[in-house]
Each structure stands twice: as structure tokens, then as C-alpha cells.
């Protein structure tokens, strides 16, 4: 898309090492599954297969569960909680030795540039086991009375967009409480995972303590109805989150759920308008917009909208599209055929339904899945693409008159993910951040994220907080609350 001509400057694919096949991760080992089944993944960049994947079905779901419920009752719940910050500590260590290598296996099986899985996803993957390794020890000064307890095993069902951010996230925490976890990654991307099972391996984890099961929606809807597992963590879209609620409603297994978002990023006309543009490029664009907390409404006030968009559209023509593993690539490709044919359609609506689509001048691949950076201009809020998750590099573009008005606009959406807010004024972010109903709002930054800060939305977006001391929390007992159909390991009350 510039004109600037960038000589390739590719990441090495010899720092992998890709197999034909892979199994399931139970009870500490590589296996093959019961029934045999097994589905191919493939690189959304060029359609390449990379390999061939295990399909967990119902007796693999069995097997992985009771063996996380022996490891959480006979290993990792009695263990002092100081040699369970140990492990986390070295899982962590291993994960930034083999950063390079992971960031490589991502980009290859999800699509996104390898500035952003080398430089965003694996820092904080890392992160967030050195964060919750340092909480292991501590629980009974986190707050949760003198002797929290776990909860026994949690089901962990993770999407496609940061597929070892999102196990990070999900694994950290539940570990450091005690529990043992069986994680299911997204289907078109299974392969971090798995990598991150060899580490585990290579950490000396105790067999059982995580399983990982590869495998579609029906491997995921298996394990959340599975009788064995207390808990369900799920990232995803805001659909399943609801079946999984209704599946899981009148059973006493915790739920946290982090689904979809269309967060406002307001920018007032008194915001340093260079850094606002960054942060409305970072904000849609990065992964491809495949972020469920992605600013995908801008809401510009009208006095400034005309020079904004103007710059935003000369940044636009910046942006480099192509190949994410080359170090210079900014936009990599779109996921999946699936989630290609979601982004087009709604922008085909955007079209139909009177909005204007720009998008800069650019050469599309000729194999694998792209589409171009995009925005609308002329949206109104009854648009379905100013209301519905689009999830692909595609920015609404709204305006505003007053701080009110932004208010009501960036509130009127059945999500409350994230917001941002672009100010010069401190009083008016303060303001802001009490008005918009939205877990996260950022002020004059967006998409920053920190292993130290709690995560989660309102409304559709869900419930429960990942990160930080309140990620503790979802991975706790609370009051009278039992532990699942094998008895409680005690923990030990020495905290180190
Ligand atoms: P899903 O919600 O279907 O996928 C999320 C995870 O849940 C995946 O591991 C998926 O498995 C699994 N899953 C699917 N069906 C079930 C089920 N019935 N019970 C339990 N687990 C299940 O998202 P999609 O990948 O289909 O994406 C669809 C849309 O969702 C996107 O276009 C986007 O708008 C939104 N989305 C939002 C995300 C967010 O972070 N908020 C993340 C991903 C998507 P598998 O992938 O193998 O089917």
C-alpha cells in the first residue's frame, strides 16, 4: 500500500520444527484419541496445511478430566503453594526462552504479523505466568479470607484471535489457585498449544495438572456439559456464551464468560489529533481487528471529524498488508474462510444499508485469506455495522456533537466490553470513565494491557474479570461452596 518499497525481511520458519500429526495432551503425555478423529490446520496466508490435528470426542473429554481431577486432589491441590509458584516460574522462564519460536508457530497458524505475536502476545503470555507465579503464595493476603481454596478442575475454552494469550490468561490463574485445567484451543488454531504442552512437559509439570483438547465446538460443548469439571472459563463469541450458560444453568459449576464487544473510541476535538489517529489505527487494526475489545466505532466530534478522517485515511495508506511473518507487515491475513466470509458480508450490509466504504489503495495476495483495511463513513446508529461485531479490520465511523451525546452513543450497544477516550482534559476523562459502561475504558491509549490489570465486560459481553488480583477470584471457593465429586486435597496452610 505505500510507496515505499521495504526490501522482505522475513522471520526464519527454521526456528519451527512443524509435525505431520498431533495428539491429544493427557495425563502428562502425547496421545491418540479414542475415536480417532482429526481435522487439519491450516496457514491462513497461504492455505498451506501445516498439520494434522487430534479431535477429542466423548471418552477423550473422560479421560482428560479425570485425569486433572487425580492430579488436582492427589498432586497440585495438597502441594505448598510455594512449589506451585515454582513450576509457574519455570513454565514462564521457558516460555521467554522459546519466545521466538512460539511468536513463529502463531503467526504461521493464525495470521497475524509476527511484529505483533513476537513483540505484543508472547511478552504478555509470559507475563501473565510470572504475575500469577508471584500470587501463588499469597492468596491468603489477596483478600479471599485466610484459606482460599480452589476449585477443583476448570474447563478452559479459548478462541482464535490471541490463541496462547488467551491460554495464558486462563491456565496462569487457575494454576496458581490450585486447579488443575483442561483447555480447549479454537480449531484453526490448535498448534500454540500444543507447543505450550511440550513445555509443560519440559517444565516437569505433574502429569494431569493441564490437558490440552484439540477440536471443534463439539469437543468444547463436551467438556462444559462434562459432570467432572467445577468450572467453565470461556472466551468467545457472545452465541456459545449463551448456550454454554443454559447448558451450564441449575448445576453448581462456575461460569466466567469474556465475549464480544463494539467499544467507542470518542475522540473530542481537543485531543492531540497525530496520537488519537494512532490510537484509532491501533485500536481497529491490530490482529486484523480480530480483538474482541477492538474500538470499532469511532465517535468523532463533528468539529474535528473532517481533519481526522483526513489523516486517518493518509495513515491508512501506510499501513502494509502481506505476508505475517515478514518483520515490516503490519496487517496479516484474515483468519479464517469462515470469518473472510463474516467480514464481507457485514461490510456488503454496511454498503447496502447507505454507508460510504473507503479503503485504501492495496494489493491483495493471491492466496490465502485477506481484506483490506476499511472504514464507513455516514453510519448511523441503527447501522448493523455500528451495532454488530464485525471482528476484522473494518472501523464505523459516527459523530457528536456534545459529551453527552458521545455518551449516549458510545452506551447504545448491547455490549460494554472496552471504550477509549481522547481528551486533553483530565477532568473530562475522569467524567467519561464514570459514564461509559464498559470494563475497560482507555484515556488517550488503546488495546495496552497488563497482566497486573482485571479484564472482563458488562451486558453481552459477559461477566467474571481475568487478570490481575481480581483473576484470582473466578479460580476461588466461595463461602459453603464444595468442591467437585472427589473430596478436597487440603491445602497446606504454610504459605512458603
Ligand atoms: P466461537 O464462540 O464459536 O469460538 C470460541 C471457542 O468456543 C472455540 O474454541 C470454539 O471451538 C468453541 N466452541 C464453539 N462452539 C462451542 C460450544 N457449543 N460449546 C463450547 N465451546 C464451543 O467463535 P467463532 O470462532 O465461531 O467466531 C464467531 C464470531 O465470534 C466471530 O466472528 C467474532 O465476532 C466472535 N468472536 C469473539 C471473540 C472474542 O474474543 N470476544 C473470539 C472469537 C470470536 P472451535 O473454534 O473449534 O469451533
Not at 121 to 136: E, T
Not at 229 to 243: C, H, L, N
Not at 322 to 349: F, H, M, W, Y
Not at 357 to 366: E, F, N, T
Amino acid at each position: 500500500m505505500s510507496d515505499w518499497d521495504y526490501a522482505p525481511a522475513p522471520e526464519s520458519r527454521e526456528l519451527i520444527s512443524l509435525r505431520s500429526s498431533y495428539g491429544l495432551f493427557i495425563d502428562g503425555g502425547f496421545t491418540a484419541p479414542v475415536d480417532g478423529g482429526a481435522f487439519k490446520t491450516v496457514n491462513p496466508a497461504t492455505e498451506e496445511v501445516l498439520g494434522e490435528v487430534a479431535e477429542a470426542g466423548p471418552a477423550d473429554v473422560d479421560r482428560a478430566v479425570a485425569a486433572a481431577r487425580r492430579a488436582q486432589t492427589e498432586v497440585w491441590g495438597p502441594m505448598r503453594p510455594a512449589e506451585r509458584a515454582k513450576y509457574l516460574y519455570r513454565i514462564a522462564r521457558i516460555i521467554q526462552e522459546r519466545s521466538r519460536e512460539l511468536a513463529v508457530l502463531e503467526s504461521l497458524d493464525n495470521g497475524k504479523p509476527i511484529k505483533e505475536s513476537r513483540d505484543i502476545d508472547l511478552p504478555l503470555v509470559a507475563a501473565h505466568f510470572f504475575h500469577y507465579a508471584g500470587w501463588a503464595d499469597k492468596l491468603r493476603h489477596a483478600g479471599f479470607g485466610s484459606d482460599p481454596q480452589p476449585l477443583g478442575v476448570a474447563g478452559q475454552i479459548v478462541p482464535w484471535n490471541f490463541p496462547l494469550l488467551m491460554a495464558a490468561w486462563k491456565l496462569a490463574p487457575a494454576l496458581a489457585t490450585g486447579n488443575t485445567c483442561v483447555l480447549k484451543p479454537a480449531e484453526t488454531t490448535p498448534l500454540s498449544a500444543l507447543l505450550l504442552a511440550e513445555i509443560l512437559q519440559q517444565a516437569d509439570l505433574p502429569p494431569g495438572v493441564v490437558n490440552v483438547l484439540t477440536g471443534a465446538g463439539e469437543t468444547g460443548r463436551l467438556l462444559v456439559a462434562h459432570d467432572g469439571v467445577d468450572k467453565i472459563a470461556f472466551t468467545g463469541s457472545t452465541e456459545v456464551g449463551k448456550s454454554i450458560q443454559r447448558t451450564i444453568a441449575g448445576t453448581r459449576k462456575r461460569l466466567t464468560l469474556e465475549l464480544g464487544g463494539k467499544a467507542a473510541n470518542v475522540v473530542f476535538d481537543d485531543a492531540p489529533i497525530d496520537q488519537a489517529v494512532e490510537g484509532i489505527v491501533n485500536g481497529i487494526f491490530f490482529n486484523q481487528g480480530h480483538v474482541c475489545c477492538a474500538g470499532s466505532r469511532l465517535l468523532v466530534q463533528e468539529n474535528v471529524a473532517e481533519a481526522v478522517l483526513e489523516r486517518l485515511k493518509r495513515r491508512l495508506a501506510t499501513l502494509r498488508l502481506g505476508d505475517p511473518l515478514d518483520k515490516n507487515t503490519d496487517i496479516g491475513a484474515i483468519n479464517s474462510p469462515v470469518q473472510l466470509a463474516k467480514i464481507r458480508e457485514l461490510s456488503d450490509v454496511g454498503d447496502a444499508e447507505g454507508a460510504q466504504r473507503w479503503q485504501p489503495p492495496c494489493q491483495l495476495p493471491d492466496r490465502g485469506y485477506w481484506f483490506p483495511p476499511t472504514l464507513f463513513t455516514g453510519v448511523s446508529q441503527s447501522h448493523r455495522i455500528a451495532r454488530e461485531e464485525i471482528f476484522g479490520p473494518v472501523l464505523s465511523v459516527l459523530t457528536f456533537r456534545t459529551p453527552d451525546e458521545a455518551v449516549a452513543k458510545a452506551n447504545n450497544s448491547p455490549y460494554g466490553l472496552s471504550a477509549g477516550v481522547w481528551t486533553e482534559k483530565g477532568s473530562r476523562i475522569l467524567w467519561m470513565a464514570q459514564q461509559l459502561r464498559a470494563g475497560v475504558v482507555w484515556a488517550n491509549t488503546f488495546n495496552r494491557f497488563d497482566p497486573a490489570s482485571p479484564f472482563g465486560g458488562y451486558k453481552e459481553s459477559g461477566f467474571g474479570r481475568e487478570g490481575g488480583r481480581h483473576g484470582l477470584e473466578a479460580y476461588l471457593a466461595q463461602g459453603n461452596e464444595t468442591m467437585g465429586p472427589a473430596k478436597v486435597a487440603a491445602e497446606d496452610s504454610h504459605d512458603g
